[in-house]
């Protein structure tokens, strides 16, 4: 059974920091791209920070470039996303998303809310 279960989120200040962690199981977690997105209520879901199938590859939305790193551990089967300077913007449900490198087979997490308020 495949599951993506995200934790670490929940209330932060503006300018603090949060860690969310996808722990991956029910599949080979080495053949698959994973990335972290996020929704806002109100708006359409978007991508915030991708990594490759090895760590190889990274890329970041504009919006968090600077602030937010992506990091896997192919051993543990987990994606990580370090958030640093957050700002009430950043404030959405955070998915985890796995996607196979070739076959294109995607998988989601439930989401975990991150609020960033005063």
């Known amino acids: 059974q495949v599951q993506l279960v995200e934790s670490g989120g929940g209330l932060m200040q503006p300018g603090g920091s949060l860690r969310l962690s996808c722990a991956a199981s029910g599949f080979t977690f080495s053949s698959y791209a994973m990335s972290w997105y996020r929704q806002a209520p109100g708006k359409e879901r978007e991508l915030v920070a991708a990594i490759g199938s090895t760590g190889g590859y990274r890329n970041y939305a504009d919006s968090v470039k600077g602030r937010f790193t992506i990091s896997r551990d192919n051993a543990k089967n987990t994606v990580d996303l370090q958030m640093s300077s957050l700002k009430s913007e950043d404030t959405a449900v955070y998915y985890c998303?796995?996607?196979?490198?070739?076959?294109?087979?995607?998988?989601w997490g439930q989401g975990t809310q991150v609020t960033v308020s005063s």
């Open positions: 998303k796995a996607t196979h490198q070739t076959a294109g087979y995607v998988y």
